[in-house]
C-alpha cells in the first residue's frame, strides 16, 4: 500500500534563503505527485502537479522535481519570505488509481523568520 | 478560478445528532472528495464520487454516508455523530481527466467540534 513520508515535520529559516523540502512515497508507479500548500485553519491550496513522464515543474519561486525510480521528489522555494509560512504538503494516488483520490504526506510546517 | 464551498467555517452539534456537511464547486468538475484532518494523522479519505449518484469508500467510511444528487453538490452526512468525529473536514474536486492527471481544489474546510 502506497505510503507518502515528509521529514522534516517542521523547517524554520531566516529570510531570504533558498530551501529544499522533501517528499518520499513507497510505489514507484505513480501517474502524478502533486504539492500543496496550507495555511493555518484552512483548505489546501495546489501549487504543483507533476505528471509520471515529467521530471520537474516550476512557477515562479517555485520548483518541484520527481524523481519515480527512487520514490522522492523535493519542492525548492528560491529567496524564501515570511509569506511563505504554511505547511506544505506532498500527495500521490494509490496503487496506480485512476480515480484521482489521493494519498497525503503529513506535511512539512515551514517558517520563515524576517 | 476554481471555487469549492463549503457552507459552515465552524459547526457545534451534540452527541447522537444526524449532521450534514455541505460542499458545491462552480467548475464542472466530476470527481468530488471528502477528508478529514486530525493532528498527527494527517489528511484521511472518508468518501469520493466521481460522478452524479456515483460514491466510493476512502479509508474511514465508519460513521458517514454521502449524497451526490447534482453535479455541483457532494453532501457529507454524519449518521449519528460521535466526539470522535470532531475534527476538519475538507472538501475537494478535480476533473476526471486521464488516469486522474488533474489538480484537487479544496475548499476552506468545516471545523467541527461534537460536545
Known amino acids: 500500500k502506497q505510503e507518502v513520508t515528509q521529514i522534516p515535520a517542521a523547517l524554520s529559516v531566516p529570510e531570504g534563503e533558498n530551501l529544499v523540502l522533501n517528499c518520499s512515497f513507497t510505489d514507484s508507479a505513480i501517474y502524478n505527485l502533486q504539492w500543496f500548500r496550507q495555511d493555518p485553519g484552512k483548505g489546501l491550496t495546489s501549487l504543483l502537479l507533476?505528471?509520471?513522464?515529467?521530471r520537474e515543474q516550476t512557477s515562479g519561486r517555485l520548483n518541484a522535481s520527481l524523481d519515480k525510480s527512487s520514490g522522492r521528489s523535493t519542492l525548492y522555494i528560491a529567496a524564501s519570505q515570511p509569506g511563505d509560512s504554511a505547511t506544505y504538503l506532498c500527495a500521490v494516488p494509490p496503487d496506480g488509481g485512476s480515480q484521482g483520490n489521493l494519498i497525503f504526506g503529513k506535511g512539512t510546517k515551514l517558517s520563515v523568520k524576517p | 478560478d476554481v471555487k469549492v464551498t463549503q457552507s459552515s467555517r465552524y459547526l457545534v452539534k451534540r452527541t447522537g445528532e444526524k449532521v450534514f456537511l455541505e460542499c458545491v464547486q462552480d467548475m464542472d468538475h466530476e470527481n468530488m472528495f471528502w477528508y478529514r484532518q486530525d493532528p498527527g494523522l494527517g489528511l484521511r479519505l472518508i468518501y469520493f464520487?466521481?460522478?452524479?449518484?456515483?460514491?466510493e469508500k476512502g479509508d474511514i467510511p465508519e460513521g458517514y454516508s454521502v449524497s451526490r444528487e447534482k453535479k455541483e453538490r457532494f453532501s457529507l452526512i454524519l449518521e449519528s455523530a460521535s466526539t470522535n468525529q470532531t475534527s476538519m473536514y475538507l472538501c475537494?474536486?478535480?476533473?476526471?481527466?486521464?488516469?486522474?492527471?488533474?489538480?484537487?481544489?479544496f475548499g476552506d474546510g468545516t471545523r467541527l467540534s461534537i460536545l
Open positions: 464520487s466521481y460522478d452524479v449518484k456515483m460514491k
Open positions: 475537494a474536486s478535480s476533473f476526471s481527466g486521464r488516469a486522474g492527471n488533474q489538480p484537487q481544489h
Open positions: 507533476i505528471q509520471s513522464s515529467q
